[in-house]
């Protein structure tokens, strides 16, 4: 394995889970015990826990936030969120494809937002097109698939048969069957591509700077906003709303949508998404993962994850996993190719002020490469105790020449800016929640 598959392989925590719950089954931190597995409501410790009451950030620190939850960030660093620059990425969220969380993405309710740096107005206009493109691409399909029906069937309707065919009722009565069937397709592919014309469209949501889409049963909004580019898509499907309720949705929450500048944290209940904010009641369901890095030591990713425990069906990773996988699992992939490396934990770890887990690796000698995980469990169905997690992993020039320049720092230092988080990551308090 050569160090960039290794490198991979060692920081890829669904591989670590896999051999945790599998060829490593025997070690008892991999598998929760039945008291951890038993579901329980919030105590008021544990609301007043996901508040942090007694923390007092320190005078020269910022804050800022995702979801429900504020963190702080030094002032003598930049923070930027990790987002696609110019141009929708595949509906993705990240530095990179290489330089991303697992998951990275937002989800409000059944509304997946991206946002996108970079931005001006030809920027929502492309995002537009991109979905009418697919429009044209499928009414093409369509073309396709009724020249072929009808070829076919015109091929048999022509097909030159001698007596034997003729006299053969059995053959004649196959052919005319097969006659009727690719017809019947080639007009009900018409059909489709009619409503699909008719059904697929621009369309105005009546906001400044801004273009929409209704695309089937898809709804899109594009906004432009400070210069970031902020799309919105929701989705239909089995459980979802009919489509007019669903309508009336998606504009009640773009008319709750507002921009917010680094480091500005609202003090009224909502959600907050990279260089935005959605106000509601403190009641929404949510979830997101998303990046972020600082701006001297652009190898080092740290992923941030939080939401609703049970909504919509997210279920989180467990942390007891994450994080025995992380340091025990990792460990002995490493040293069993020859790195030798430092492990951390699994150990107990305060989130705020509320007790997690952590495990991690790092290398003991040579260029600085590690990756770290901690976590804890949210309450299912509570706003103020969501899940929280946070995933440091570093790239180095040559695990990602294309994206990287400078190898990462030494791990104290990304060490010290993880648990910088860690420790002030807390629910936002407002007067809603």
């Known amino acids: 394995m050569d160090d960039r598959a290794f490198a991979l392989a060692w920081t890829d925590a669904s591989l670590a889970r896999w051999l945790c719950a599998g060829a490593l089954a025997g070690l008892a931190a991999c598998s929760p015990s039945e008291a951890q597995l038993q579901p329980r409501g919030p105590s008021p410790q544990d609301i007043a826990e996901a508040y942090h009451p007694t923390y007092v950030p320190a005078a020269d620190v910022r804050s800022e936030c995702l ?187 773009l008319s709750r949508f507002e921009p917010r500048s680094l480091y500005q944290v609202p003090n009224k209940a909502g959600v907050c998404i990279p ?45 007891l996993i994450e994080a025995t996988a992380r340091a025990t699992v990792s460990a002995v992939i490493g040293n069993s190719y020859g790195r030798k490396l430092k492990v951390l934990g699994p150990k107990s770890v305060k989130i705020g002020a509320r007790g997690g887990l952590l495990g991690g690796i790092s290398t003991a000698e040579g260029a600085p490469g590690y990756s770290v995980y901690a976590g804890v469990g949210g309450v299912p169905g509570s706003q103020v105790l969501p899940h929280i997690s946070l995933n440091m992993r570093s790239f180095d020039k040559q695990t990602a020449p294309d994206d990287v320049k400078v190898d990462p720092p030494p791990f104290e230092q990304s060490l010290q800016r993880f648990e910088q988080t860690l420790s002030s990551a807390r629910t936002r308090r407002t007067g809603s929640l």
């Open 67 to 253: 979801g429900r939850v504020v963190f702080e960030v030094g002032s003598k660093v930049e923070l930027a969120w990790g987002l696609p620059r110019g141009r929708s990425n595949e509906q993705i969220l990240g530095f990179s494809r290489l330089l991303r969380g697992a998951h990275d993405g937002i989800q409000i309710g059944n509304v997946a937002v991206v946002v996108i740096a970079g931005a001006n107005q030809k920027t929502i206009l492309d995002m537009q097109g991109s979905v009418d493109d697919d429009k044209h691409i499928a009414l093409q399909d369509f073309d396709e698939n009724i020249r072929g029906d009808l070829s076919v069937a015109q091929s048999l309707e022509k097909r030159t048969t001698g007596p034997q065919d003729i006299s053969d009722a059995e053959w004649q009565a196959y052919r005319q069957k097969n006659i009727a069937k690719f017809r019947a397709s080639a007009e009900e592919y018409k059909l489709r591509k009619q409503n699909l014309d008719k059904d697929w469209h621009p369309t105005d949501w009546g906001l400044p700077d801004s273009t929409g889409y209704i695309a089937g049963p898809t709804l899109y909004a594009f906004l432009l906003r400070g210069g970031y580019a902020f799309q919105f898509m929701s989705t239909g499907g089995e459980g979802e709303a009919p489509f007019e309720q669903r309508v009336v949705a998606f504009k009640d929450l």
């Open 275 to 319: 260089h935005g904010f959605i106000a509601d009641d403190g009641k929404g369901p949510f979830n997101a993962d998303v990046s972020f890095r600082y701006a001297d030591s652009p190898g080092v990713i740290y992923t941030l994850s939080t939401g609703i425990v049970g909504e919509r069906n997210d279920e989180p990773n467990d942390p």
